[in-house]
């Protein structure tokens, strides 16, 4: 079952998967405030008046996309994205008393303000409010187990969790971060990799547990389990797009955690284009993908994007004559054309097992989602020797590292040498935003790391289509192992995993941070982002690259 997320005033830029686009629509604004003979305010930048917004009611500040700008005597000049809603401006001057002047600005800069002064959820607390102080069970909900479904003021705690996970989305959040602080309740988003600590109305605080118990209802968890860790998932439809939340909740000293992670169906990479792999390297690896049997490895953290280069693979490498199956936990997306299985430990069916099983269905090629443990490792290694392509992850901080990690899982040195045709490991960085990257020559510390004086690059200042931060979105930097015969003769002594690495980046291996400086260069990038994520091991490793 599907639930309905509506976002009554989405963001301008996330309308489109074009940046051009969005400004297009940013001049539409404009000419839309032209055309009814009103005043065009840009709000970038703008300071909002806490204490004029808190004269109006948020509910309908929210859901129609107003926002209070100045007050002169019994004058307000309020901001609207859309001046045909003329009805909410007579509910607002009944309610207020104020006589409203309208002025046009873009909705995301209005909704932006909105968040930021009432909070995530502002438009639906009051009502909560209310409905509690008016109802003396909804008050007890806090500290019962009750249904919040049955509950007299559940139908505000749906539309409280319900403009939560509408921000999310509309933020482009990965994750949702529900913590509990004493007599607080912290919310956090993690957008583009980073957690962003988002404004809660503190009048939301004493209502944690009762938004807790919506959230295990929706994901179909047993809300009376307050002392033990639990897993579930919630479908949800926000703008005709399907989102698939994966819940986990965490019984902690001041409450129980909750961390959701949030995945977009339709934005889902169905082709190898999608990585923006650098040329050179996007056809060594699909030649890589195209050999007949052996193991091929996607190394690196949680959210680098591994399952994305997978699947982006397996599409590649798909066709009506070879037989795909994959072993997943959990199955993020859906790909036509292969066979996925879900993991489900509680009956049995780990990775092992499945991959035991599949293997007596005849498969051309095998994606197992990640290897975990000694048997899965030694399940791979035998099916990638016995004429059977095989692909999985593993948690490294980078290439080299994936044999030794193989080695010490319990497989024997001259099977991984064998078996083993090349290992990616990637990592996620920001992207820049194109409106208002700034160009400049890079100084004495930039030219350290191989950038030269004399070739611009850019850096991040921020503006109102990356909300202030300098990035939008996010590109892989990758480093591509090959196994050749010296790296097999290493593996085969059980070298260390920097003999390894020194004879792959002899052998043409370019590390993570000089694709990291690539994408520098190429101005997709900074330099600063690039070393927040790159670790100083992989320094060490460029420098010595760069001496040799």
Request: with cysteine; charged share 25%.
């Amino acid at each position: 079952m599907y639930h309905d997320i509506p976002i009554s005033q989405p963001d301008t830029a996330e309308e489109t998967n074009a940046e051009q686009t969005s400004l297009q629509k940013l001049d539409g604004v404009e000419e839309l405030a032209r055309r009814f003979y009103l005043d065009y305010v840009d709000l970038e930048g703008f300071e909002v008046n806490t204490e004029l917004v808190n004269m109006f009611p948020a509910a309908v500040l929210f859901e129609h996309g107003y926002l209070p700008l100045s007050r002169s005597g019994k004058q307000v000049t309020i901001a609207v994205a859309d001046p045909l809603t003329v009805e909410p401006i007579d509910e607002l001057t009944a309610a207020t008393g104020f006589f409203l002047r309208t002025v046009v600005s873009p909705a995301g800069q209005i909704t932006r303000h909105l968040r930021e002064v009432l909070g995530v959820g502002g438009g639906t607390v009051s009502d909560l409010v209310a409905q509690a102080s008016g109802d003396d069970s909804f008050s007890d909900l806090s500290d019962s187990e009750a249904d919040v479904e049955n509950d007299a003021g559940a139908s505000a705690v749906i539309r409280f969790v319900n403009d939560l996970l509408g921000d999310a989305v509309q933020q482009r959040a990965s994750d949702i971060h529900l913590e509990p602080v004493e007599d607080e309740l912290a919310v956090r988003f993690r957008v583009d990799g980073l957690l962003q600590e988002q404004t809660v109305p503190p009048d939301i605080h004493p209502f944690r547990t009762a938004i807790i118990s919506r959230l295990k209802i929706m994901a179909r968890l047993n809300i009376a389990e307050k002392r033990l860790p639990q897993d579930g998932r919630i479908k949800l439809t926000v703008k005709a797009r399907e989102i698939d939340v994966r819940v986990s909740m965490i019984p902690m000293i001041d409450g129980e955690g909750v961390v959701m992670r949030l995945l977009d169906k339709s934005g889902a990479v169905t082709d190898l284009s999608g990585v923006e792999f650098p040329a050179a390297m996007e056809h060594r690896w699909k030649n890589i993908i195209s050999r007949p049997h052996g193991l091929i490895l996607v190394t690196g953290p949680t959210g680098s994007g591994k399952t994305t280069t997978l699947y982006g693979s397996l599409s590649e490498i798909s066709s009506p004559n070879t037989k795909i199956i994959t072993v997943e936990d959990p199955v993020e997306y859906n790909l036509r054309g292969i066979n996925q299985i879900q993991v489900q430990e509680k009956i049995g069916l780990d990775f092992a097992a499945g991959l035991r099983s599949i293997l007596r269905h005849d498969p051309d090629i095998v994606l197992i989602g990640e290897i975990r443990d000694s048997e899965t490792a030694n399940s791979a290694i035998q099916a990638s020797m016995t004429g059977h392509l095989v692909l999985s992850t593993l948690h490294t901080n980078d290439a080299p590292s994936a044999m030794t990690r193989l080695i010490d899982l319990g497989v024997e040195p001259y099977l991984v040498a064998s078996t083993v045709e090349a290992v990616l490991a990637q990592r996620l960085i920001r992207r820049l935003c194109v409106h208002c990257k700034e160009q400049y020559l890079p100084d004495t510390t930039a030219t350290e790391y191989g950038l030269h004086s004399d070739q611009p690059v850019y850096r991040a200042v921020g503006c109102r289509d990356c909300n202030g931060t300098g990035y939008r979105g996010r590109i892989g930097v990758f480093e591509l192992m090959t196994v050749d015969r010296q790296v097999r003769d290493l593996c085969s002594r059980k070298a260390s995993a920097d003999e390894l690495r020194a004879a792959a980046v002899s052998a043409g291996m370019s590390p993570l941070l000089e694709s990291g400086l690539d994408r520098v260069r190429q101005g997709h990038s900074s330099l600063d982002e690039v070393l927040r994520v790159c670790s100083s091991d992989e320094e060490s490793s460029l420098q010595s690259l760069q001496q040799d």
